[in-house]
């Protein structure tokens, strides 16, 4: 990651377009993306973890910086064979590159080794044609014996060609949306009208197969099939790119009996009408996160304890706890990388510090909601009324001021069986 962080700055500052695009300086820009990109930290139903190394997983700049990284990467390539230099003559998407190789496959694995050995966390593997035939991505490619190639799609032989069953309480939308687009998919990667065609009749099969009515399958299907290739220009030019002017959403569950009365009023007045996932059975089953529903609470007061000992850390957010917790991870981390922590008028940094100095570390798995409300003032009233009638904590400010005299007051009304 910090090399990848060093390529970045060098292009950033080299850029003489910067200034007419943006005004930030090349200084702040990169203080962004650090923010963004250092201590990449993620959770799963495990607990939260920190990433050893590597852009985060899921970041919204992590291609950009991993391209870049690569793209320096291919340049130091200088290979020799029979003093015919090989270098980055590929074509590459991330991580999966396709190239034609003219010379022996003890050449090519001799190639490999090289690439292996420019940089110790990149490992190549590959695969060569069999038959004359090689998949890249989800497109097939085939080799014909005049030298040119054909191109279709690509299925792994674990496909199951299982997809949305029109039996499933979805909109119908959905479903017909489904096979148009693995026709548009047909129409973009098969070369040949032959090959078009065996791809449509394999679709016909598969969503009958799915339990979609056969004149409904057939109809989008067989609307039209290519003579040869369809542009995607051709595809594009029936889009309907008009905007429509409405004076608001609505958004509902999917139900059937009532879906479409309300879509329909809905189009009468000029409201955009849309339908949100509900819950299904996977959702209940197989969560992706932990089974806790505080870490979604937004406008809250919340504490989280100590592992080592009886301290806990109060504090309020606005925000989501997960979100909030997220960041407290983080800057534990970031105390143990500087050992130090940096007082801050805004932020109370009591959990850092005991992080730090008592050398124990906090549960964040085991957050706790106190109480939630959604006015700021009120909420930050609560959150210093807690901190200063909890003997434990090890928060560093006492929270907005108040009249001392509702301490009293507060103290009762919480020793109550009710409160």
């Known amino acids: 990651m910090d090399e990848a962080l060093i390529i970045l700055e060098k292009k950033i500052r080299n850029d003489a377009t910067l200034s007419k695009r943006t005004d930030l300086s090349p200084d702040e820009i990169l203080a962004l993306i650090k923010e963004c990109v250092e201590s990449p930290y993620f959770q799963c139903e495990l607990g939260m973890f920190m990433q ?64 292996n050995s420019l940089h110790s966390k990149i490992k190549w593997t590959y695969e060569v044609e069999k038959n004359g035939v090689l998949n890249f991505l989800d497109i097939l490619l085939k080799r014909e014996t005049d030298g040119s190639f054909t191109t279709t799609v690509y299925r792994k032989k674990t496909h199951s060609d299982r997809y949305l069953h029109f039996s499933s309480d979805h909109p119908l939308k959905d479903k017909i949306s489904g096979i148009k687009t693995l026709k548009y998919r047909a129409q973009i990667y098969c070369s ?54 409405t004076v608001g959403s609505l958004v509902l569950p999917y139900m059937r009996e009532i879906n479409g009365p309300i879509k329909a009023l809905c189009k009468q007045l000029n409201i955009n009408f849309l339908n949100r996932r509900k819950t299904n059975l996977g959702a209940l089953i197989a969560h992706k996160r932990p089974c806790n529903d505080i870490l979604d609470m ?122």
């Open 52 to 115: 050893d190394d590597g852009v985060p997983m899921g970041g919204p700049l992590s291609c950009i910086i991993a391209d870049l990284f690569l793209e320096d990467y291919e340049e130091k390539i200088d290979f020799v064979i029979n003093e015919t230099h090989i270098n980055d003559d590929w074509f590459r998407y991330r991580d999966d590159t396709w190239l034609i190789w003219e010379h022996s496959l003890q050449d090519l694995e001799a190639f490999k080794d090289y690439l």
């Open 192 to 245: 040949s009208k032959d090959l078009y065609t065996a791809e449509i009749n394999h679709l016909f099969t598969v969503f009958l197969q799915n339990g979609y009515p056969q004149v409904l399958v057939s109809d989008i299907l067989f609307q039209s099939i290519p003579s040869n290739v369809i542009p995607t220009s051709n595809i594009d030019s029936g889009l309907d790119t008009s905007e429509e002017f």
């Open 298 to 419: 937004k406008e809250a007061i919340y504490k989280i304890p100590c592992k080592e000992c009886e301290v806990v850390y109060l504090g309020e957010t606005k925000r989501k706890l997960g979100t909030r917790t997220k960041e407290h991870f983080a800057s534990c981390q970031k105390a143990f990388l500087s050992q130090a922590v940096h007082q801050s008028v805004k932020n109370d940094t009591g959990l850092p510090f005991h992080f730090l100095h008592s050398g124990h570390s906090f549960d964040f798995d085991k957050v706790q909601l106190v109480q939630r409300e959604r006015n700021w003032v009120k909420r930050k009233i609560l959150e210093a009324l807690y901190i200063q009638t909890t003997a434990n904590t090890c928060n560093l400010n006492s929270g907005m001021k108040f009249d001392e005299n509702w301490l009293t007051f507060f103290q009762f009304f919480s020793s109550l069986p009710f409160s």
